[in-house]
Nanobody
């Protein structure tokens, strides 16, 4: 019953910005820290960022620190990822899930493709 629906991806130039959104349902959203992950073609999925249950703190991978901002709205069951100063190496399919640095739920969404042209 868990559903995770990512949106907001697209094609953007290096240095540009993009905002991703994840709509969650099928679980008590506010009880879980939420994270963004990404997967480049042919590579393993990697953790990008996590926001705490109340949304008061966040952690980021070293490669996105200072450029990305994760946030959540527990009233709407959504978690967003604001991406600034995008680089070609940010190109990947982006996913959301509960948990810290590893996906808690087995069912992943379809993800949203982010392509940063060079």
């Amino acid at each position: 019953q868990v559903q995770l629906v990512e949106s907001g991806g697209g094609l953007v130039q290096p240095g540009g910005s993009l905002r991703l959104s994840c709509a969650a349902s099928g679980f008590v959203f506010s009880r879980y820290g939420m994270s963004w992950y990404r997967q480049e073609s042919g590579k393993e999925r990697e953790w990008v960022a996590t926001v705490s249950r109340p949304g008061s703190s966040a952690e980021y991978s070293d490669v996105v620190e200072g450029r990305f901002t994760i946030s959540r709205d527990n009233a709407k069951n959504t978690v967003d990822l604001q991406m600034n100063s995008l680089k070609p190496e940010d190109t990947a399919v982006y996913y959301c899930n509960a948990g810290f640095k590893t996906g808690h739920f087995d069912s992943w969404g379809q993800g949203t493709q982010v392509t940063v042209s060079s």
